[in-house]
């Protein structure tokens, strides 16, 4: 047989990316309000007809339909395609990197979960446990096969969700009310599940810094106030993912100059 190259490979992965991302779409949709992710079919939010398969085609059907349903003519969400295009080329760069291997898996599923997450966090506030806790355990069970490792991964569960459980219960002590969400916690442990507990450091790190450089752009130009910020759960997904992918070299690099 053929060696296939690596480019097409990558392309070939990045397709079934932008199919996964699409499945993504129905739980970043379903999963708040409590509805099955497998059953029924998609439908129109606005005119309730059935998805037809051809109009369910990742960014293909988007771009067609110019965002709007066949129907009704209502838009659909830039959510649709934009997730289905992070799918794909979250999907071709780890096959790129990492190859066909077990820590390929562990990290597109905890990938797919980031995404999910930040996605859901962005629009409602919220974290669900139903992704989250499930999670902390599939990324432990496969730390015994692959990176980090189980004892690293063990530390990373408790230091992530001990970490941001103490934070929230000195919040609530200092300012009397509810700063991060439970869901927060929940979240960091599997990150440090999936990253082991230096990363997962890491990443607290790159989304307290995040977190921080958001909230003061938006304050100096008058958007808003600490209030209105974005849910700290998008700045811990987008920390991670960092984490993920240049947090060893960062830290490398960090640890030449001490
Ligand atoms: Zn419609």
């Not at 080329?89 to 597109?108: C, D, H, N």
């Not at 219960?169 to 927060?184: F, S, T």
């Not at 790159?206 to 808003?224: C, P």
């Not at 974005?230 to 947090?247: E, S």
Request: charged share 10%.
């Amino acid at each position: 047989m053929n060696e296939t190259s690596p480019a097409v490979a990558a392309a070939i992965a990045g397709a079934f990316g932008a199919l996964v991302g699409s499945f993504l779409n129905v739980c970043i949709y379903r999963l708040p309000i409590g509805t099955s992710v497998v059953w029924p079919a998609s439908a129109c939010p606005h005119c309730r007809r059935e998805i037809e398969w051809f109009e369910n085609i990742p960014i293909v059907s988007y771009l067609v339909l110019r965002g709007r349903c066949r129907t009704c003519r209502q838009p659909i969400g830039m959510r649709y395609p934009i997730i289905e295009a992070i799918t794909a080329a979250m999907f071709a760069a780890a096959w790129w990197f990492y190859g066909p291997s077990l820590l390929l898996v562990s990290r597109l599923i905890f990938g797919c979960a980031l995404i999910v997450l930040f996605a859901i966090d962005l629009e409602h506030h919220l974290l669900p446990n139903v992704i989250t806790l499930p999670l902390i355990v599939v990324g432990f069970v496969l730390s015994f096969f692959t990176e980090p490792g189980w004892i690293d991964s063990l530390i990373g569960i408790l230091v992530g969700g001990g970490s941001l459980l103490l934070m929230f219960y000195a919040y609530l002590a200092v300012r009397k009310r509810e700063g991060l969400g439970m869901g927060d916690p929940k979240m960091l442990a599997m990150i440090g599940a999936f990253l082991g507990w230096k990363m997962t450091i890491v990443a607290l790190m790159f989304a307290s810094f995040a977190g921080s450089l958001f909230g003061v752009t938006m304050m100096a130009t008058r958007r808003g106030s600490l209030e209105s910020m974005l849910p700290f759960g998008c700045f811990l997904a987008v920390g991670a993912a960092v984490a993920a992918t240049v947090g060893p070299a960062v830290v490398g690099w960090y640890l030449g100059f001490l």
